[in-house]
């Protein structure tokens, strides 16, 4: 044994010993016989019948994958139509598909901020944190939520230029931004406001059209929105939401566009069909925002530290790792697969169970989640 290799078992025998160690175990089409409250399928719409059928004959006609990058072989009429419906949808002058929300992140960030500065919030996804170190900006990290601490930066920067970034519904402790507040501070300062809209996109807002479109930004060309494809809309991928000049400026310098492999056709007629059943049914976001606010209300009743859901993402804070762990595991015992989040995805004794609301879920299902989160709370009061 090497002692490059030495010093990686140990590395990962003292992640185990501290409760964070990760391990994939491949589920099942209906994972596994449990609840499913760890996916970010908000709507239910990943096994729609109309988005597979979609995917199907996005595959037949335009083959299994869109062949290369997408200023080679991987924009087809398909990405186009996509780009212009979602745009649309969210009330955008444009957009721009990429193959995953995680590569829309950096390319938006590290091609817009690039050579000034960057403002990020403190609770940004971790595709942001890496777009920021991407950039070559001077990034500075504020307060999450704090509107007047990136007003404070803005003010007292010497780049030409700056860019600040935030979640719109934060992914795990799922509160939303002040978005009014930090474009005003951005406006007032001559930035530009990008607004990952991930966990707010077909769930937060009139018919699910976002948090800035809901806050009234959606006009603004100061805001630019990054989006996936695959959390309420079901399918896989991502895009960027702005306008004419944001857009040029992504397909000239953003490498993470530049340099990958179109999103697959499959993925994109899926996403195509998700938009049109968000338009003809406008309800099916308060259907997940209902159920989110259930599960907290239960979470509350039996003593659990939880959090007002903005979105669809309810967090339960359980504090130590090995106590997220033995919780989730629980769950599972119970019927009910959740998410649990540890170090380095949260900060230290802030490990939680996350559980994600979906709109297909119904009153029977909410009672079992009741008994997977007593059995957890009693669990918790022994500890």
């Not at 971790?126 to 003010?155: E, F, M, N, Q, Y």
């Not at 990952?196 to 479109?213: P, Y």
């Not at 033995?326 to 170090?343: D, H, K, N, T």
Request: glycine content about 10%.
């Amino acid at each position: 044994m090497t002692r490059a290799i030495d010093r990686l078992r140990t590395a990962a025998a003292e992640r185990e010993a501290s409760g964070l160690r990760r391990v994939l175990r491949p589920r099942t089409p209906d994972h596994d016989g449990l609840l499913d409250l760890a996916s970010n399928d908000y709507l239910g719409l990943s096994r729609d019948e109309r988005l597979i059928e979609a995917a199907v004959r996005a595959t037949r006609e335009w083959g299994a994958g869109s062949t290369g990058s997408r200023l080679v072989t991987g924009s087809t009429l398909l990405h186009a139509e996509l780009e212009d419906r979602l745009a649309a949808f969210a009330g955008a002058a444009q957009g721009l598909v990429f193959s995953s929300g995680y590569l829309a992140n950096l390319a938006a960030v590290a091609a817009l901020g690039r050579g000034g500065l960057v403002v990020s919030d403190a609770g940004n996804h971790a595709s942001i944190v890496d777009a920021c170190r991407l950039s070559r900006a001077r990034v500075v990290v504020t307060p999450h939520g704090d509107a007047d601490a990136v007003a404070k930066v803005l003010a007292e920067r010497d780049e030409e230029h700056a860019l600040v970034v935030t979640d719109a519904v934060f992914s795990v402790d799922g509160d939303l931004a002040p978005l009014r507040d930090l474009h005003a501070a951005a406006e007032r300062h001559g930035a530009l406001l990008v607004v990952d809209e991930a966990h707010s996109l077909g769930v937060v807002g009139d018919g699910g059209r976002g948090a800035v479109h809901e806050a009234g930004l959606a006009d603004r060309p100061d805001v630019v929105r990054t989006i996936t494809l695959s959390k309420s809309l079901g399918s896989q991928g991502g895009a960027v939401l702005g306008a004419p000049e944001v857009i040029e400026t992504l397909v000239d310098t953003g490498r993470s566009f530049i340099f990958d492999t179109g999103l697959a056709p499959a993925s994109a007629g899926a996403a195509l069909a998700a938009v049109e059943i968000l338009e003809t049914t406008p309800d099916l976001p308060e259907r997940s925002r209902a159920t989110a606010r259930r599960l907290a209300a239960t979470a509350r009743e039996l003593g659990l530290e939880t959090s007002e859901p903005a979105a669809a993402v309810v967090p339960v804070v359980l504090g130590p790792p090995l106590l997220a762990l033995s919780a989730a595991a629980l769950c599972g015992e119970l019927g009910v697969r959740v998410g649990c989040f540890r170090p380095p995805s949260v900060p230290s004794g802030r490990s939680c169970l996350r559980l994600t609301a979906r709109a297909d879920l119904g009153s029977d299902d909410l009672a079992v989640v009741r008994d997977a989160l007593t059995a957890v709370a009693e669990v918790k009061v022994d500890r």
